[in-house]
């Protein structure tokens, strides 16, 4: 793992006692698939490592200069899992066997850290709480490409059978912006990206030869989540409330629910 910028005054990344990753892991030729810095704090680095076919999250931080492990992913996904399923540090399951390839922190900054592959997990700590947002329908099927509003809590992604999806943090699931796969014309692909004031747009690139033309469409979020409620029969967020009297000179104490 190396620190710095390009060639020039680059140094591996070590720890306060000289430890390199593999060092750290105990593992020779530890497989870094990605890395990601928590928002705007350049205090820490954040690693999805494969060791011995294993995925870890690990990080090192400058200050304090100590490798950590936060988090092992399990070799299976839960069987049957819900969105957002808690999923336990190195925990047993039965279900499709996970392949990662890539993380990203959420733009609007913190903790919010995605990583993904054949499924998209989301933990809300930085990498020691891990959550199964979806899995894909499909082992073939992994996510290609992935996005997020600095604006808000929304994020996007596409996967490699080029379905979008759409969703929010603390939101309860996805949202399939398409109902059926759009394969690009030869030569065409495209992906989803948020501009500057949160909205979802979608940039197609066409070539042809040495040339090539770009176009964007905006993705209409609000139907799509608005369907979604619809057909997942969404339960009013009030359904639970409790009004709680308290006793003086002119009320009756009284549990009233709805």
Wanted: glycine share 12%; charged share 10%; net charge negative.
């Amino acid at each position: 793992m190396i620190q710095g910028s390009g060639s020039l005054n680059s140094s591996e990344l070590l720890d306060a006692n000289g430890l390199n990753l593999a060092a750290f892991t105990g593992v020779s030729g530890p497989i870094i698939v990605a890395g990601a810095l928590p928002g705007l704090d350049c205090g820490s680095v954040t690693l999805l490592v494969q060791l011995n076919s294993v995925y870890k999250v690990v990080s090192i931080g400058k200050k304090s200069g100590a490798w950590t492990t936060l988090y092992t992913f399990p070799s299976n996904a839960p069987a049957g899992a819900s969105a957002y399923t808690f999923v336990y540090n190195s925990g047993i399951y039965t279900g499709q066997a996970i392949s990662l390839t890539g993380m990203a922190y959420h733009a609007s900054g913190g903790q919010d850290l995605f990583m993904w592959g054949n499924a998209l997990f989301y933990s809300p700590d930085g990498g020691t709480t891990m959550l199964l947002v979806t899995l894909f329908p499909s082992s073939s099927v992994t996510l290609m490409h992935f996005t997020s509003s600095s604006s808000d809590g929304a994020f996007a992604f596409i996967t490699s059978d080029f379905t979008e999806y759409y969703g929010q943090l603390g939101a309860s699931g996805v949202v399939r912006l398409t109902t059926t796969s759009r394969i690009p014309a030869p030569g065409s692909t495209f992906k989803p990206f948020f501009d500057d004031a949160g909205a979802l747009w979608e940039l197609t690139l066409s070539g042809s030869g040495t040339a090539f033309t770009t176009s964007a469409t905006r993705l209409d979020t609000t139907s799509a989540v608005q369907f979604w409620n619809l057909v997942g029969g969404q339960v009013c967020p009030y359904a639970g409330i409790v009004f709680d009297a308290p006793w003086d000179a002119s009320l009756v104490r009284m549990y009233v629910s709805f």
